[in-house]
């Protein structure tokens, strides 16, 4: 798939330099404007003056190439679309090759982190893959019997273990704890 988007963006490309070439040529001197003139113009004359069967030709030529821009133009916002479903994942080398981790996956270190610190009523996560690394935001609902400032350092200390021990990486992962709503805990709701 990447082979055939980088081939559809070369054509895109081509076609968008051809056209705009035109633009300049039509804009720039009288000379570029006659070239252009008199060629069209043959066109058109050749297409008046011939027999049917050419005239046929010649449109379903220029039908067919008309098809092939619009296939192409659609192939490229279908291929931009298949990149930003990719981007969904974190790419982890090894020695027999690539290993695909989806942010999804990632994403599941709510759960763990629930579980596994006191204070926690409920938590949201959103993994974000950029070139500079992975970003971590953490949407929390805390319980009022504890500080909310060392639940949410137990959190984000909680979070890069997690994140580092799962794909094995040592990458400095900084996330952002966004505190939601804190609650007071109710007796059904006691660890």
Not at 6 to 22: S, Y
Not at 85 to 111: H, K, N, Q
Request: glycine residues 6%.
């Amino acid at each position: 798939m990447r082979y055939f988007n980088r081939i559809i963006i070369i054509i895109n490309t081509a076609l968008f330099l051809c056209v705009g070439a035109m633009f300049v040529a039509v804009s720039s001197t009288h000379v570029a404007n006659q070239w252009l003139l008199s060629t069209m113009q043959s066109a058109i004359n050749s297409l008046a003056g011939s027999d049917t069967a050419k005239i046929i030709a010649i449109r379903l030529a220029v039908f067919f190439t008309g098809l092939f821009f619009i296939f192409t133009a659609l192939f490229t916002i279908f291929g931009n679309i298949e990149k930003r479903r990719s981007e969904r994942t974190v790419v982890l080398e090894s020695p027999l090759g690539e290993i695909m981790v989806s942010l999804g996956a990632i994403e599941d270190f709510s759960r763990v982190v629930k579980n596994q610190i006191n204070g926690v009523k409920d938590i949201k996560g959103k993994v974000i893959s950029t070139r500079k690394g992975l970003k971590v935001t953490a949407h929390v609902t805390l319980f009022s019997d504890r500080s909310v400032s060392d639940v949410t350092q137990e959190i984000q200390e909680a979070i890069i273990k997690y994140i580092q021990f799962t794909l094995g990486i040592s990458n400095e992962i900084k996330p952002t704890v966004i505190v939601s709503k804190v609650v007071f805990r109710q007796k059904e709701n006691e660890k």
